[in-house]
């Protein structure tokens, strides 16, 4: 489906900068959207960036009812302001921080641009994959700005975890969280242009199992020109700052605390997972603990993936959520 995208940069208070923070989102809108379709609102994992979804997006984008009516208004995705470009924006704040970004600022972010009133009159329907799972839940909690409105959720590979599945399988969570802060510490950031990345990305995990599209985008939005003391070297460098990616594991209160919250969440609206059949960073007995808490309005598992399963079968993606946008998966009494 052909679209047209439009980038939106606001700023808004932080107590890192009395210059606020930028926050970065980018808009899809198909050639022929219906004006009463659901808008989708995407969120990345830890490290990746806004343009992760655009093949999935393209595809959700064409989607039409029995009639031939298209079920998509639009599509907006977001960057955490540490990663992707937003972090090119915030590299003044992020290089003078103290404290590493965490998910609860992208939520305010989120909330404060959602007040701008940018969805005003649209039915949101939420999707996000690993820690942009935890914002979608964090985003529906008081707060000093009102809670999201969305007509529904889909949850994709979500990092969350029980109390109780954490207090039984510590040793083993804790080692894979400080395994993966200390690899991504460890990782290669730099490289003469963009072609070399590609080839260094080519052999080496988790590059190595994602689809080739997504690496391609990766290479395009998930790279930026490096700089050296504010002056550019002629090399590319990751957009993320490592250290902001590592400080995205270690944080794991959040996913606590909204765990607990979806035990109290109105069970009138509706939650779907989409997950891997694969299991990796997250076994399944996360999964399960959480889908246990409240139960889901579908459960869908994407062949030939794990916990990366955007990045590594965004086609099996695109059909799961396809299922759900199209009603295919609903339980018969809500629809």
Partial sequence: MAYRTTTRIETFPSFRSKNGLKFVGKCYTPEKYNQ?????????????????????????????????????????????????????????????????????????????????????????????????ATLVLLSLMPGELPPVNYKYIVLVEPSLITQESWKEHMEDRQGALKFLAKATMKRRDTWNSREEAREYFETRLPWNTWDPRILDIYVRHGLTEAEDDGVQ????????????????????????????????????????????????????????????????????????AAHFVVQQNPDGVAAALTQILNGAVWPRAAL
């Fill in 36 to 132: 009463e379709g659901v808008t989708l609102v995407f969120f990345h994992c830890s490290g990746s960036h806004k343009e992760v979804w655009e093949t999935i997006i393209a595809h959700l984008l064409g989607l039409a009812d029995k009639n031939g009516k298209p079920i998509v208004h639009e599509a907006w995705s977001f960057d955490m302001p540490s990663h992707g470009e937003a972090a090119k924006y915030n590299k003044e704040v992020l290089r003078s921080a103290e404290l590493s970004m965490s998910v609860n600022e992208w939520t305010e972010g989120f909330r404060a641009f959602v007040k701008l009133g940018v969805f005003e009159g649209h039915q949101l329907v939420a999707i996000a994959h690993s820690l942009g």
């Fill in 233 to 304: 070297t002629g090399k590319v460098a990751l957009a993320t700052p490592k250290a902001q990616e590592s400080a995205a594991f270690v944080n794991i209160e959040p996913h606590f605390v909204v765990v607990e919250f979806l035990k109290t969440l109105d069970r009138s609206l509706p939650i779907h997972f989409v997950l891997g059949t694969d299991h990796d960073v997250m076994p399944d007995y996360t999964h399960q603990g959480v889908i246990d808490v409240r139960p889901p309005a579908s459960v869908q598992r994407v062949p030939d």
